[in-house]
């Protein structure tokens, strides 16, 4: 797909890995509609760098795992854009929990926003893009859709939902729509990671270095022109994946 003069959401799409990429959509010639949850400010800036690139940004408060939500935010960008042509799930909660647990709220909280959020926003504009005739899909997963990690069941569950998710609507929805998925490893450090630890997680990928969150958009940028590709997931992650054979 020629990005120029089409239209995109980005759930999560105002910091981090998500503003990556819709900063990359809007560099190619894409309208963004930029979703976010509880960063506003980060939102409207990110909208105004947007607009300075000569296309139009849409910042949009909704909460993707509250469907009444989705289906008004549907609503909004069909009203802004005329619906969208690319759809990038990026909106993700990174919360660890123990297992088993007496607190049910971080298992319903993280995979509302990652298995339900991108069910939901695909199911209110999917028919949008099938009337537009096509569209593509990406989804940002990470490595724990294969390999679980201790202390995040709920997360490690998201992702590898969200994986199958990826391939489901691959089949449902060809020739039509395409959709992949994207699984960065160490593009960016959480905030509360010192300096031992983020030298730590550079060590364990094959290249031993981090990478950033435009590696990532990069990867996205391809799926979407990639018109022969659907149903598949890249790995960017410098080789983290492998690192323990090392």
């Known amino acids: 797909m020629e990005i120029r003069g089409k239209s995109a959401l980005v759930t999560g799409g105002a910091h981090r890995v998500g503003k990556a990429i819709t900063m990359m959509l809007a560099r190619a010639g894409a309208n963004v509609a930029v979703n976010y949850f509880s960063s506003a400010a980060a939102a409207r800036e990110t909208v105004a760098e947007v607009e300075a690139l000569g296309v139009r940004g849409l910042a949009i408060q909704c909460d993707v795992a509250e469907y009444a939500q989705v289906v008004q935010m549907a609503d909004r960008i069909t009203a802004e854009f005329g619906g969208v042509d690319i759809i990038v799930n990026s909106a993700s909660l990174f919360e660890k929990h123990t297992l088993p647990t007496d607190d049910l ?8 926003i ?10 209110t504009l999917v028919p949008g893009m099938l009337a537009r005739g096509g569209g593509v899909i990406v989804n940002i997963i990470d490595l724990s859709a294969w390999e679980p990690w201790r202390g995040f069941t709920a ?3 998201s ?4 994986l199958a998710f990826t391939r489901q609507l691959a089949l449902e929805l060809a020739p039509t729509i395409r ?5 960065p490893g160490p593009v960016l450090p959480p905030p509360d990671y010192d300096e031992a630890s983020t030298r730590r997680a550079a060590e364990r990928a094959l290249l031993k270095r981090w990478g950033s969150a435009e590696d990532v958009a990069q990867a996205v940028k391809y799926l979407i022109e990639a018109d022969y590709v659907t149903a598949d997931v890249i790995t ?3 080789g983290e994946r ?4 090392q």
């Open 155 to 157: 997360h490690s569950v």
């Open 159 to 162: 992702k590898a939902a969200l």
């Open 242 to 245: 492998y690192g323990h054979r």
């Open 236 to 238: 960017v992650d410098g």
């Open 105 to 112: 709220s971080t298992w319903h909280r993280v995979t509302g």
């Open 179 to 183: 959709a992949n998925a994207v699984a």
């Open 114 to 123: 990652s298995i339900d959020g991108p069910f939901y926003v695909c199911n």
